[in-house]
């Protein structure tokens, strides 16, 4: 999984493996979470957002997608 450090003030890393539609996001606050079955579209629309934080908590943390702490 590819890996893209960003300016955040609440993400330090995003990765995504498109095969398996896993999306591993590290947090300042030193944990790292891969979110299940997150469809690509998401993860550009993440990437491109002008605040990864924002987007991550709008279409990511509060639509419900299976998580775990890595």
């Not at 896993?22 to 606050?29: A, D, R, V, Y």
């Not at 891969?34 to 990437?47: E, F, R």
């Not at 957002?49 to 279409?59: I, K, L, P, T, V």
């Not at 943390?61 to 775990?68: D, E, M, Q, W």
């Given at each position: 999984?590819?890996?893209?450090k960003?300016s955040?003030?609440?993400l330090?890393?995003?990765g995504?493996?498109a095969?398996?539609k896993?999306?591993?996001?590290?947090?300042?606050?030193g944990?790292?979470y891969?979110?299940?079955?997150?469809?690509?579209?998401?993860?550009?629309?993440?990437?491109n957002?002008?605040?990864?934080?924002?987007?991550?908590?709008?279409?990511i943390?509060?639509?419900?997608?299976?998580?775990?702490k890595?």
């Open positions: 999984m590819e890996k893209h960003v955040s003030s609440n330090i890393s995003i995504y493996e095969q398996s896993i999306l591993e996001i590290e947090f300042n606050h944990g790292v891969h979110y299940y079955d997150v469809p690509n579209s998401i993860y550009k629309g993440l990437m957002a002008s605040s990864h934080g924002q987007y991550f908590d709008r279409n943390k509060k639509s419900g997608y299976r998580y775990v890595v």
